[in-house]
């Protein structure tokens, strides 16, 4: 049974710093495709980042230069370090994992992942 549980939200002034973590059991995160999606209240999920089994990294417009997604193959674990916080980055952030190791060309899409985390919440303050 595939498991993504994340963890590392908060609350944080705009410009400050957080790291996310989403950690996998039932499945192999190394051999996968493994993205972060958020969404805030009243809209869409969105897709932020994404990391495909050989290493290749996506962002969103939105996030680019200020978020990194990375993993930890020991710890079975996939990280969002989200830097120079702004509010508009306020939402719930979801990891979400393929049934497939590659990853679809582009920013991820909700239709193209079968495993979710319950959330974790990010409030950024001006």
């Known amino acids: 049974q595939v498991q993504l549980v994340e963890s590392g939200g908060g609350s944080v002034q705009t410009g400050g710093s957080l790291r996310l973590s989403c950690s996998a059991s039932?499945?192999?995160?190394?051999?996968?495709?493994i993205a972060w999606f958020r969404q805030a209240p009243g809209k869409e999920r969105e897709g932020v980042a994404r990391?495909?089994?050989?290493?290749?990294?996506t962002y969103a417009d939105s996030v680019k230069g200020r978020f990194t997604i990375s993993r930890d193959s020991v710890k079975n674990t996939v990280y969002l370090q989200m830097n120079s916080l702004k509010p508009e980055d306020t939402a719930m952030y979801y990891c979400?994992?393929?049934?497939?190791?590659?990853?679809?060309?582009?920013?991820?899409?909700?239709?193209?992942?079968?495993?979710w985390g319950q959330g974790t919440q990010v409030t950024v303050s001006s």
């Open positions: 979400a994992a393929r049934t497939r190791g590659y990853c679809v060309v582009g920013v991820p899409a909700r239709a193209d992942f079968a495993y």
């Open positions: 039932g499945y192999t995160i190394s051999s996968s495709c």
């Open positions: 990391i495909s089994f050989d290493g290749s990294t």
